[in-house]
């Protein structure tokens, strides 16, 4: 085997419009293992076109199958299930997607033996007509990727997004960097990449899809009822959601309001990054939500429940999504005072809401709500994924989550 030089090529952002593609170029270096350009730019465009096809089956209306570029048969059924699925969803919803766009950072290309390891992040932002002024956006979506050469062609074989799977392969990296041999990293990388449990994964994936495909008619309806009774309530104003005057409402009670914007605003000053003044986690989402909460109601409970960041330990309830939520609706010492909404559908600015997990059949997701659209669609923002102003209908429309098992706390307000 050759040893592998190293050279330095401009790293590219592709851009992707639903009327004319766009590719501008960054002055930003990266490092790529040797190959020649051609290349290189076959494979990029092998990628943009992975990411490409789910905004396409959405604007189609139906699946834009990934036969041609997929050659991991378990990958190629899941993707062509959930193009499927987003597109009939869309469809049937009436749903309009007016533009979009995708930056593909490229932070590494490694080629080994006909195969090719690339490292990547991508933004993607993009809106409906229902909305059209709300651009959501999803910030530095990290993807490990590996393509194999088949009858000298680039396939993909495997996709690895999960937060969880990456970090254990950048440490990899990390710990190879100082290595004599340049192509240990890429060896590990390429190991892992594909004896992964991403596969494993992938199977319970397409199980679902199939599931989820024969009652879709059912949960589109179920969503549009859900959008219709959360803007009537927020419209009539209902008594049942309007705290009294001295901040008491069934068997609640605060000292002082919920600063609904304080808490909006944190999230979208920091849906892209983390606050060092907070501890991270690698499942940050209901660490993030609850940041975003303090600031609308900024008192900790370090109590049993534990709703509390410190410099070296958080509490439970901060990070976790099943203690948060139940802390949230119980708690009668400091800190937020929540109700139990899910089923009053007054769902306003600053408010939680968790989600199920098809999968796994858990409350997996915790997100806040930082966006309520004119005809009453609900926009979410969120970590482990970076999410702003993202659709709450595109969380339902992947099939990743049930609707009907949504719950949403209503904040009321805290105390000292």
Known sequence: ??????????????????????????????????????????????????????FESIKKGQAVQEDTIIGNEKLKEFINLRNSREGIWYKKLNYNLLNYSININYNSINYNDGICTIDLSKNT?????????????????????????????????????????????NKIKDSNSNSSNSNSSINNIIKISVVSDTNNDLDQKILNLKERSKNIDTEVNEYKQFIQNASQSRKNKLATLLPSPNGTFEGHTWQVDYNRMAAVNYAHTWANSQNNSYRSFEDDCANFVSQSIYAGAPVMNTGSMGWFNGTLIAGSAWINVGDQWNFLISNTGKGPVAMDNTHLYGIDFGDLIDLWNASTKSYHHAIIITKIGET?????????????????????????????????????????
């Open 1 to 54: 085997m050759n040893k592998k030089l190293i050279k330095k090529l401009s790293l590219f952002t592709v851009s992707l419009f639903t009327v004319t593609s766009l590719m501008t170029f960054s002055p930003v270096n990266k490092i790529y293992a040797a190959e020649n350009t051609n290349t290189t730019n076959k494979i990029k465009g092998v990628i943009t076109k992975y990411f490409k096809s789910e």
């Open 125 to 169: 932002q993009f809106s409906y007509d229902r909305d059209p002024s709300i651009v959501s956006k999803e910030l530095n979506a990290k993807h490990i990727i590996t393509l194999k050469k088949i009858d000298d062609k680039w396939l993909i074989d495997n996709d690895i997004d999960n937060i969880e799977n990456i970090n254990k392969i």
């Open 376 to 416: 009453g669609d609900l926009y979410f923002s969120a970590h482990t994924n970076s999410r702003y102003d993202y659709p709450l209908v595109d969380a339902y429309a992947t099939g990743y989550y049930l609707e009907g098992m949504q719950r949403t706390a209503h904040i009321l307000g805290y105390n000292n």
